[in-house]
């Protein structure tokens, strides 16, 4: 094979930001004519956001909207053309800070009779609280037949045709924690068929029902202004909060918000270190929650180096992989998936350190060019 030859350039040097990551890992696929409907999210760093589809394309009959906090780009429409979809989503935060991320979504075509299974997901739910979805079908002719054709419902949970036939409609109230996976089956008055796998998390129900929402919160910088909050729900309010264990970050103080639905953390960091605590929420009837946070102190923003290259002219061309050598003879790949884009942002790097880098171009069949010639960078 051919090795393709294309150049990578050295961007025009180094930036300190704060970080800002897209959450979103991956997206559904869907069918043809079905409405399609899915979310990429992203935190950290400050807003507004703005978004891009920074390379590739997005399926025929989707459009891409950021929503009104910005925080989320919105995938609607109907696809048209049945195809595999790769491109790649760029989002950029108030300060400058950037990262994207490359996604692939397989439109499938109208199965056999045009009959087809329009719901792509089901909501996860808690212990004890009433439950309702429906799976929905399209095309063919009905009356429809439904059937779980694999798996189990969560316990609790039965499954029943619509009077229109259309829909199966999931309904009742969950009783054990624990991931479900079932697949739904809907054959047609023809006898067309198809089926769709799904999972459904039912999670244990919190102590009195007020449970701590916030997974984590974000690092800071010394001499940066922070800010974080911490919030609840559930239970009856006003809430009260306080940290139960550990201490906060030296210059970030506590402080319960207006609603009492949330702790807001705020302050300018003083000292660079990492801080365990744990937040306790304690509802009005007295039932409580809590989670525990780490919170790293960095003295000073980590750099990012962003690089850029031609994209390769094969026809053929997957994707491309991006490698990192302290000395420029032992090489590392530092993507761990295929960059869709001729872009690519490494904010793992150290300061005060010297890199190269040099980049790959990946066919549909998995093989892999030759490394273009390294370039140098000094991270101040």
Not at 112 to 136: H, M
Not at 202 to 226: C, D
Not at 252 to 274: E, H, R
Not at 287 to 300: E, M
Request: aromatic share 8%; hydrophobic share 35%; with cysteine.
């Amino acid at each position: 094979m051919k090795p393709w030859l294309f150049s990578l350039f050295l961007l025009l040097g180094t930036r300190c930001l704060a970080s800002i990551a897209i959450t979103t890992t991956s997206l559904p696929s869907d069918t043809v004519g079905s409405a399609y409907s899915a979310a990429i999210r992203a935190s950290g760093a400050c807003t507004p956001y703005k978004w891009a589809i920074a390379s590739g394309a997005l399926p025929a009959g989707i459009t891409a909207r950021a929503s009104s906090t910005t925080t989320s780009l919105n995938l609607t429409g109907t696809p048209k053309t049945a195809a595999t979809y790769s491109f790649a989503v760029k989002v950029t935060a108030c300060g400058g800070a950037t990262t994207q991320k490359a996604y692939k979504v397989a439109i499938r075509a109208k199965t056999s009779g045009g009959l087809s299974i329009e719901t792509t997901s089901l909501p996860n739910d808690t212990v004890g609280s009433a439950y309702s979805a429906a799976v929905r079908a399209t095309g063919g002719c009905t009356p429809y037949k439904w059937a779980i054709a694999s798996g189990t419902l969560p316990a609790g949970i039965t499954a029943r045709a619509s009077s229109s036939t259309t829909s199966l409609n999931l309904t009742g109230t969950p009783k054990t924690a624990a991931t479900y996976s079932f697949a739904v089956k809907v054959t047609a008055c023809g006898g067309a068929t198809t089926q769709k796998a799904y999972k459904v998390a039912i999670s244990a129900k919190s102590s009195g029902g007020i449970t701590i929402q916030t997974t984590s919160v974000p690092n800071g910088t010394v001499g940066s202004a922070y800010s974080a909050a911490v919030k609840a729900s559930g239970g009856c309010t006003p809430y009260h909060f306080a940290i139960s264990s550990g201490v906060l970050p030296a210059g970030v103080s506590a402080q319960v918000s207006s609603t009492t639905t949330s702790l807001n953390l705020t302050g300018t960091p003083k000292t660079a270190a990492t801080s365990s605590f744990t937040v306790k929420a304690t509802d009005c009837g007295g039932d409580t929650s809590q989670r525990a946070y780490k919170i790293v102190i960095q003295a000073t923003e980590n750099h990012v180096v962003d690089l850029s290259w031609k994209a390769s002219t094969s026809s053929n061309v997957a994707g491309y992989n991006v490698y990192r050598s302290p000395d420029g003879a032992a090489w590392k790949k530092i993507n761990a998936s295929l960059i869709a884009s001729t872009l690519y942002a490494d904010s793992t790097v150290s300061n005060s350190s010297t890199y190269f880098y040099a980049a790959t171009t990946v066919d549909i069949s998995g093989h892999e060019s030759k490394k273009t010639s390294p370039i140098k960078v000094v991270v101040p």
